[in-house]
């Protein structure tokens, strides 16, 4: 009945209500799978912020604005500039088996990518939990994120004495190598990192 299919749509919507903020741009399709469902890939181009709800059903139309990053002072740049410099330097440490990786870390690319930029990108690669990565996209201050991704990367692997080398696969654990439970989830966390540094860069332009 209509009443039924009303009911439904509604609990459909409450299953899904968008985030406040989010980003949006272009969206390619990948694949469509067997099932109708389809793979696509967003272009994220622009952060917004959800403002007025337009329309319910039979789906959400809302109207939102850009929502841009605190204005910096001089000191503040200063300090993000140098966070920035840290975080590179640990991409490079993280990555020191693959020359192409290192080649694109130290590129112009990313040596000179404007802060705010940066600090969405190198969150990117990271490949951070969904809740993390909205915690992320909603901080309007860019030193607070730069600081967020540092500390991601300190907590991964400051502790570890391990050296990790590069085999076809990507990093490599030394088999004749003693571990502890810590150890081991860092080298975990580093595989994963080396990985989405391949898939990432593969897909921006340098």
């Given at each position: 009945?209509?009443?039924?299919?009303?009911?439904?749509?509604?609990?459909?919507?409450?299953?899904?209500?968008?985030?406040?903020?989010?980003?949006?741009?272009?969206?390619?399709?990948?694949?469509?799978?067997?099932?109708?469902?389809?793979?696509?890939?967003?272009?994220?181009?622009?952060?917004?912020?959800?403002?007025?709800?337009?329309?319910?059903?039979?789906?959400?139309?809302?109207?939102?604005?850009?929502?841009?990053?605190?204005d910096?002072?001089?000191?503040?740049?200063?300090?993000?500039?140098?966070?920035?410099?840290?975080?590179?330097?640990?991409?490079?440490?993280?990555?020191?088996?693959?020359e192409?990786?290192?080649?694109?870390?130290?590129?112009?690319?990313?040596?000179?990518?404007?802060?705010?930029?940066?600090?969405?990108?190198?969150?990117?690669?990271?490949?951070?939990?969904?809740?993390?990565?909205?915690?992320?996209?909603?901080?309007?201050?860019?030193?607070?994120?730069?600081?967020?991704?540092?500390?991601?990367?300190?907590?991964m692997?400051?502790?570890?004495?391990?050296?990790?080398?590069?085999?076809?696969?990507?990093?490599?654990?030394?088999?004749?190598?003693?571990?502890?439970?810590?150890?081991?989830?860092?080298?975990?966390?580093?595989?994963?990192?080396?990985?989405?540094?391949?898939?990432?860069?593969?897909?921006?332009?340098?």
């Amino acid at each position: 009945s209509s009443a039924a299919s009303d009911v439904y749509k509604r609990q459909n919507q409450a299953t899904y209500k968008p985030r406040e903020v989010f980003s949006a741009g272009p969206v390619s399709i990948l694949q469509e799978l067997a099932d109708g469902r389809m793979l696509i890939q967003v272009d994220s181009q622009v952060r917004l912020q959800l403002r007025e709800e337009k329309q319910t059903l039979p789906f959400s139309i809302w109207s939102a604005e850009e929502l841009r990053d605190q204005d910096s002072t001089p000191e503040a740049e200063q300090a993000m500039g140098q966070c920035k410099e840290k975080i590179l330097r640990r991409l490079i440490t993280i990555t020191h088996g693959s020359e192409e990786l290192q080649s694109v870390l130290k590129s112009d690319h990313w040596q000179k990518m404007p802060l705010q930029k940066f600090s969405f990108a190198s969150a990117g690669v990271l490949g951070v939990g969904a809740d993390l990565a909205q915690d992320l996209l909603e901080m309007t201050d860019t030193r607070d994120r730069l600081d967020t991704v540092l500390d991601i990367i300190n907590r991964m692997g400051g502790a570890s004495p391990w050296r990790v080398g590069n085999g076809p696969a990507g990093p490599q654990v030394p088999h004749n190598s003693t571990a502890s439970p810590h150890n081991h989830r860092f080298i975990h966390s580093l595989y994963f990192i080396y990985n989405r540094l391949c898939v990432f860069f593969k897909a921006i332009p340098i």
